[in-house]
């Protein structure tokens, strides 16, 4: 079976994944969180998990649409 049709037809195992990725970094960008960014360090560490939690956001959110739509279309 492919990849894109496994990450399709198996939407448990894919949430199973994006949902603690999202929890985990939505705590890890905590770090460093009332440095600047003139603190440099931990405020970098923080600041790119930021960017991961929005990046997965998007990704889950962008999925679960595509969920959605096999859902209501029907399945193939």
Request: aromatic content about 16%; glycine content about 12%; hydrophobic content about 55%.
């Amino acid at each position: 079976m492919r990849v894109d049709r496994w990450v399709i037809n198996q939407p448990r195992k894919v949430f199973g994944i994006l949902v603690p990725t999202l929890v985990a970094t939505w705590f890890l960008a905590g770090v460093g969180g009332s440095r600047t960014p003139s603190d440099g360090g931990l405020y970098y560490v923080g600041a790119a998990f930021w960017t991961v939690f929005w990046l997965t956001f998007v990704v889950t959110m962008l999925y679960a649409v595509v969920q959605l739509v096999r859902l209501i279309g029907g399945r193939r």
